[in-house]
């Protein structure tokens, strides 16, 4: 994967915050830039990792790690596909 270095204005008082001695925090640094892209739908999960170099489960399970679901279907959503597959299915049948 290449890397390209930028240019970020932050508070002075994150400064210390970023510093990276071992290189850990990088993954979840750039992980976490991308997540709104990926809520905002402009890229997929799948995308994310490939820009990452990791896998796509392993990008999921860094983002249920920190609290973030897979799957943020709210209830309401959730029982409407899923009367919408039991119409599917009836007529199916």
Known sequence: MTMRSITLSVPEDMIPYF????????????????????QQQTISHGRAAE??????TDLIEFYDSMGIPYLNQTDAELEADLATLDRVLGVLR
Not at 23 to 29: L, T, V
Request: aromatic share 8%.
């Open 19 to 38: 510093v990276d001695e071992d290189g850990r925090q990088e993954f979840a640094r750039n992980a976490m830039m991308l997540y709104p892209l990926i």
């Open 51 to 56: 820009i990452l170099g990791v896998r796509k």
